[in-house]
């Protein structure tokens, strides 16, 4: 059903748009979109450029959102999107994902469409008697599953102050004030030690860096959730190896439990989660 009503839309913007766009640029409107709660983000090559707003008008109008984004790159320590707004001018949001809703600046706050799975994987893998810390707690992507379904008691951790902003509306969006709480530092100076049964190193590029942090936190065992950016020819032994290598070091054995593929994260390198299991030697 939705595949159908796609098919009719993709037509229907290009017939508004040949009407006033040079022909030959037609070809070049994009033909996929991300639609995160009312707010649209597009992906736009640079020979539409000096069209975008009309552009993003169309597809505004098209597909009833209130405010499109043209998409451009994610970068820096908080993972930031920047992405431009091209038409409307509140890209503040709420999206309903899986039972849960995720308010968010989507100009600003990474919600990635490819990580789905993985959020929804989290709703289902923890006990109601655990505790969990999530070390880059974002808006609380892969927490707010598993305090809204799981049950278990949450720790929430996020350095940057905007999005913390959001984190915390969130926490009451979702009415998990009772097991989750929210703390606005950098994980590094979090004072909790051999507390978590449960850890999620949501975060890419420089994960390896947290491991001593996480194992501090965790418990003498407990399951850490392990992502990070890997290069292909470093595939399969990374990033166990390091995982395992820096956990020999602080006294802690680790064991794979699973690996999996959250998504291609540039040529050549792919963003992975493992489930590992720790344990103090
Ligand atoms: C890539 S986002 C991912 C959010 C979520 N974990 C997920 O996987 O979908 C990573 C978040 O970690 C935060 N962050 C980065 N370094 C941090 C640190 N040292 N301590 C706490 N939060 C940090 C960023 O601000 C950002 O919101």
């Known amino acids: 059903m939705k595949k159908r009503k796609t098919q009719l839309i993709k037509p229907r ?49 098209v597909l009833g959102v209130k405010t499109v984004l043209r998409k451009g790159r994610i970068g820096g320590e908080f993972r930031e999107t920047n992405y431009e707004i091209i038409y409307g001018n509140n890209p503040i949001t709420i999206h309903k994902e899986n039972g849960i809703l995720y308010k968010f600046d989507a100009s600003k706050v990474m919600f990635s469409p490819a990580n789905v799975k993985e959020r929804v994987r989290m709703a289902s893998i923890a006990k ?21 379904h799981c049950g278990a008691k949450v720790i929430a951790i996020e350095k940057s102050p905007y999005t913390f902003r959001f984190l915390v509306e969130n926490i009451e969006l979702n009415k998990v004030q009772d097991r989750m709480t929210a703390y606005n530092i950098d994980n590094r100076e979090f004072k909790g030690e051999n507390i978590a049964d449960r850890i999620l190193m949501g975060y890419v590029v420089k994960t390896h860096e947290f491991i001593p942090k996480a194992l501090e936190i965790a ?14 020819r470093l595939m399969p032994e990374e990033p166990f190896k390091t995982f395992q290598e820096t956990a020999r070091e602080y006294n802690y054995e680790a064991e794979l439990l699973e690996s999996r593929i959250i998504k291609r994260y540039a040529p ?10 720790v344990f103090k030697k």
């Open 13 to 61: 913007i290009r017939e508004i748009l040949s009407k006033t766009l040079p022909p030959r640029l037609v070809d070049f409107l994009p033909k996929h979109w991300v639609q995160l709660g009312d707010v649209l983000i597009l992906p736009l090559r640079e020979e539409l450029l000096p069209y975008k707003h009309e552009i993003a008008k169309v597809y505004a109008e």
């Open 128 to 148: 109601p008697d655990e505790l969990v810390v999530d070390m880059f707690a974002g808006i609380g992507h892969l927490s707010l599953p598993i305090a809204k």
């Open 219 to 232: 418990k003498d065992e407990a399951i850490i959730h392990y992502h990070n950016t890997v290069p292909e």
């Open 268 to 277: 050549g390198v792919w963003h992975v989660v493992l489930d590992v299991r």
